[in-house]
């Protein structure tokens, strides 16, 4: 599972992984955000959590089509369907993967983004708390919607159709966290469902995904 | 005799057939009589004036909107468990309807919710998971036109329906704790207080009728319509082999 | 004949006619398939006997 592990990570790094590409995207969708509502420091820091996990789940969809697409090309995913490992595992293992190599440095650079927005003293901590929670289920219920449009040619627009619905209650809450972290109000109600979601769909989800990628081997 | 006995297609389609007249004219006379009822016989709402007389469309496209999702789901598991492709089928024929009468309570509220509220539209949470369930439904019905093969469309189309509805059901909380809502409580629930007067509700329970009659008309017929082009896609592919 | 809808008219009148155009336009569009379907079927069945 390790080397699978460092496997996935390694052909993310090299170049035509897609690693850089989501965190570019990231930056892109907050520098165009003021360009088109206007400059004003005041409503920038109104909206600035918002967009952080608005683009960070963006960014994130971006880079779904890669958990599988590349192995189920050169056939990879299907030797590793033969190992001696449960699909359980590999599912868990690709969203892991995913979720080092376009989650975690979203967070990291989410506060630098944050300045760009004008976001307020007491938001940093809570959106890195927010998106450190919530990134994980975005990347184990975007392998979800990976697995199930593994096979098809144009997966791309259909898997975002089929994510985003599911990503509803990560970025409600999610954003309610940054929200009211940032007003300076009290965080513990959604940042507990926030988790409990997050955990959730962590313990639970990576079984459907591998029910469905097993569909699709068939 | 038992109730698997359906999923035998030909019998299905027989037994439809023979019951979708019954439903068909029991919805269009439910329909027909609980719509006029409601629209030329009841009074104006002292508040609402004759804006109220929108919850005849408004209130059952909703209901069934939700319940074709509930359909759905049982016969996505019926599928699941007992590998009966009706029942696959009919989860597959339900989804166009459901989605339909989601624009329906969408379109109706935003017209209903234009003079109310003086906005079309506002993020309230019962106008937003509806939102929600919509964009669901499109999903479902673009993942079941995506795949070619029939078994394998069945199979994941189910899991996305199981997966779905429980995100469906988060949304819903999560939307509820989001924004407290402009949009009333329950029209009908057995607790007298919020209900809606007799005067509105006795034709609305005939359109409710109707709304589903009219749901299960459909169904059988779509169904029935999957069964056929399945048969029809496996005939052609035997023709090719030979 | 047509009860008195008030400065409401418009409101109740295009909620009536978009459910009731969407509604026909499904019950429609079903039926339209069903009989496209029925009959292809019909067609392959016939064609394959004959074969």
């Known amino acids: 599972m390790i080397s699978l592990l460092m496997r996935d990570l390694r052909l993310a790094v090299r170049a035509g ?6 965190l570019a995207f990231f930056l892109i969708v907050t520098v165009l955000v003021p360009l088109g509502v206007g400059p004003e420091t005041g409503l920038l820091a109104k909206i600035a959590p918002g967009i952080l996990w608005i683009g960070a789940l963006l960014a994130c969809l971006l880079s779904l089509d890669r958990i599988f697409a590349l192995d189920w090309e050169d056939g990879s995913l299907d030797l590793l369907a033969t190992a001696p490992l449960p699909m359980e595992g590999i599912v868990s293992i690709k969203a892991l993967a995913h979720w080092l190599t376009t989650g975690l440095p979203l967070v990291i650079v ?30 184990v219920i975007g392998t979800f919607g ?13 898997l975002s159709l089929l994510v985003l619905p599911l990503y509803v209650p990560t970025l409600v809450f999610g954003a309610e966290v940054a929200r009211r972290g940032a007003e300076g109000f009290a965080v513990q109600t959604p940042l507990l469902m926030l988790a409990g979601i997050s955990f959730g769909a962590v313990a639970l989800l990576p079984f459907a995904s591998a029910a469905v990628l097993r569909i699709n081997l068939r | 005799m038992s109730i698997w006995e359906y999923a035998n297609p030909v019998k299905f389609i027989k037994t439809t057939d023979r019951l ?25 709402d002292y508040r609402q004036g004759s804006t109220v007389k929108i919850i005849y469309l408004h209130v059952p496209a909703a209901l069934m909107a939700i319940n074709a999702w509930l359909m759905m789901l049982v016969a996505s598991l019926v599928w699941i468990v007992r590998r009966h492709h009706v029942s696959a089928l009919a989860a597959r024929a339900a989804a166009p309807i459901g989605a339909v009468m989601t624009i329906i309570a969408l379109a109706t509220g935003a017209i209903w919710g234009q003079p109310m509220w003086g906005t079309w ?22 993942l079941w036109e995506a795949i070619e093969n029939d078994d394998t469309a069945a199979d994941l189309t189910s899991i996305l329906c199981l997966v779905g509805s429980v995100f469906a059901v988060l949304s819903r909380y999560a939307v509820l704790f989001w924004n407290q809502g402009l949009h009333q409580g329950a029209s009908l629930s057995l607790d007298k207080e919020e209900h809606v007067h007799d005067v509105y509700s ?41 | 004949m047509m009860p008195d809808l008030g400065k409401y008219a ?36 016939e064609r394959q006997k004959n074969v």
């Open chain 2, 20 to 44: 979708m007249p019954y439903m068909a004219v029991g919805a269009v006379v439910c329909l027909v009589s609980g719509l006029i009822w409601g629209f030329f016989f009841t009074p104006d």
């Open chain 1, 110 to 139: 989410a506060p630098g983004l944050g300045v760009l927005l004008s976001l307020p003293q007491g938001g940093y901590f809570w959106i890195v708390v927010s998106l450190l929670l919530g990134s994980p289920a975005l990347s």
């Open chain 2, 202 to 242: 006795n034709p609305l329970y005939v359109c409710i009728a109707g709304f589903i009659l009219l749901f299960i008309a459909l169904v059988f017929l779509r169904t029935q319509t999957e069964i056929r082009a399945r048969r029809a896609r496996a005939l052609i592919a035997r023709e090719r082999l030979a």
């Open chain 3, 10 to 45: 418009d409101a109740v009148l295009s909620s009536y006619a978009v459910s009731i155009v969407l509604i026909v336009a499904l019950v429609a569009l079903s039926i339209r398939r069903a009989r496209k379907v029925k009959a292809y079927l019909a067609e392959i069945e």
């Open chain 1, 17 to 22: 992984g897609g690693f850089g590409l989501g």
């Open chain 1, 146 to 158: 990976a697995a199930l449009t593994v096979g098809l040619k144009r997966g791309g627009l259909l």
């Open chain 2, 121 to 142: 539209w506002v993020w309230d949470p019962r106008l937003t998971s509806f939102l929600i369930l919509f964009l669901f439904y499109l999903g479902y019905m673009a």
